[in-house]
């Protein structure tokens, strides 16, 4: 299984962003999938994750009611809506791809959120 972030960059505190991540390599479906973190000198923590229809969703609570991920099953793609970023939220953004103990990661992509 392969996973390819996209869509970060560089925004300003309280502006949006959208990450995408594009997953490939086994049925979609299969996999719950979610969103980690690390930001600088940090350990990488959990953001959000989905399960396989998207019905069912997690949030950690630093960003509950800012960022909502959702899955589109048809193009094998989930995403993260990110809103209101502060500069705290400044951190790599990892996609995963999790199917009983299995866990894939994709390269990562890079928030910063200038204050």
């Known amino acids: 299984v392969q996973l390819q972030a996209s869509g970060g960059g560089l925004v300003q505190a309280g502006a949006s962003l959208r990450l995408s991540c594009s997953v490939s390599g086994d049925a979609f479906t299969a996999y719950a999938v979610g969103w980690f973190r690390q930001a600088p000198e940090k350990e990488r923590e959990f953001v959000a994750s989905s399960n396989w229809s998207g019905g069912s969703t997690l949030y950690a609570d630093s960003v509950k009611g800012r960022f909502t991920t959702s899955r589109d099953n048809a193009k094998n793609t989930v995403y993260l809506q990110m809103n209101s970023l502060k500069s705290e939220d400044l951190a790599v953004y990892y996609c995963?791809?999790?199917?009983?103990?299995?866990?894939?990661w994709g390269q990562g992509t890079l928030v910063t959120v200038s204050s």
């Open positions: 995963n791809a999790r199917r009983g103990w299995t866990n894939y």
